[in-house]
C-alpha cells in the first residue's frame, strides 16, 4: 500500500496501535514489530517480510511489564520486570517463535544491532551547524544524517509553535529525491528516527505506519 502524501517507490503498513519498537532477524529478511496499546495495557507483535511486504500477527503472550530487547534466529528475548515499583527486580526471559514457548534463562545475548543507523549530531556542534546551513533552516534541535555513496538521509526538526514537526530529506547524488514529513506536534527530539536494513530505508511515520523505500 503506497502510504498517503508520498511519492511512488514507498511500500507502508499501517496498524491499530503505536508502534513501540523493531527488532531485526539475523536468520530472514524479516522485522519484528511490538506495537503497544496503551488503553488496554497490552502488547502485540507482528512479523513484516521485506520482500513481500506483508504482516502476520505473531500470537506471544507479552506482559505489559515486559520489555522486547533482542532477536536471534527464532528467539525473542526480554526483560520482565516482577515489580513495577520497583525496577531491581525482574528476569530474562526466551521467547521461541517456532512453538510459542517461553522459559527463563540466566542472561540474554549481547547482539549489535543489524541494520545501519544515522549519526546523531547533537545541537549546537559543528556537524549540527554544516547540516543548518546546508539546509538553510533554523533547527532547534538535534539532527540525524546518513551517508553511503551517493545515499543522503537527513532527520531534522522544524518548530511549530512550543512543538516540532519532524522530517526526513533524501538526496541521491546532490539532489533532492524527496522529503517527508514524519512526526506532527512532537515535544522533543527522540533519536531513532530511521535506519537502513537490506537497502531499504526504514522509519515510523506518525507512530503507527512503518515505511519502506528501497536505495
Not at 544524517?145 to 511549530?160: D, H, P, V
Request: charged share 25%.
Amino acid at each position: 500500500m503506497q502510504p498517503e502524501n508520498l511519492l511512488p517507490g514507498f511500500h507502508s503498513l499501517h496498524f491499530d496501535y503505536p508502534i513501540h519498537k523493531i527488532l531485526l532477524s539475523s536468520k530472514e529478511k524479516v522485522l519484528i514489530l511490538i506495537l503497544r496499546d496503551a488503553l488496554k495495557k497490552e502488547t502485540y507483535l507482528y512479523k513484516v517480510a521485506l520482500n513481500t511486504f506483508t504482516k502476520e500477527r505473531i500470537n506471544l503472550d507479552i506482559g505489559w511489564f515486559e520489555e522486547l530487547v533482542s532477536m536471534s534466529g527464532d528467539y525473542v528475548y526480554s526483560i520482565v520486570y516482577e515489580n513495577q515499583n520497583d525496577p531491581s527486580k525482574y528476569h530474562f526471559a526466551r521467547h521461541d517463535l517456532s512453538n510459542q514457548r517461553v522459559e527463563k534463562v540466566s542472561d540474554i545475548p549481547e547482539l549489535s544491532f543489524l541494520g545501519e543507523e544515522p549519526f546523531l549530531y547533537e545541537y549546537g556542534t559543528e556537524f549540527y551547524r554544516i547540516i543548518k546551513k546546508f539546509l538553510g533552516l533554523d533547527l532547534p534541535l538535534a539532527c540525524e544524517y546518513y551517508e553511503k555513496g551517493e545515499n543522503i538521509i537527513i532527520s531534522y526538526y522544524l518548530r511549530l509553535g512550543e512543538a516540532f514537526n519532524r522530517f526526513l530529506l533524501f538526496l541521491k547524488d546532490g539532489e533532492k529525491v524527496w522529503k517527508i514529513e514524519q512526526d506532527k506536534k512532537m515535544k522533543g527530539f527522540s533519536s531513532g528516527a530511521f535506519f537502513v536494513f537490506y537497502g531499504q530505508v526504514i522509519f515510523v511515520r506518525d507512530q503507527n505506519e512503518i515505511c519502506f523505500y528501497n536505495l
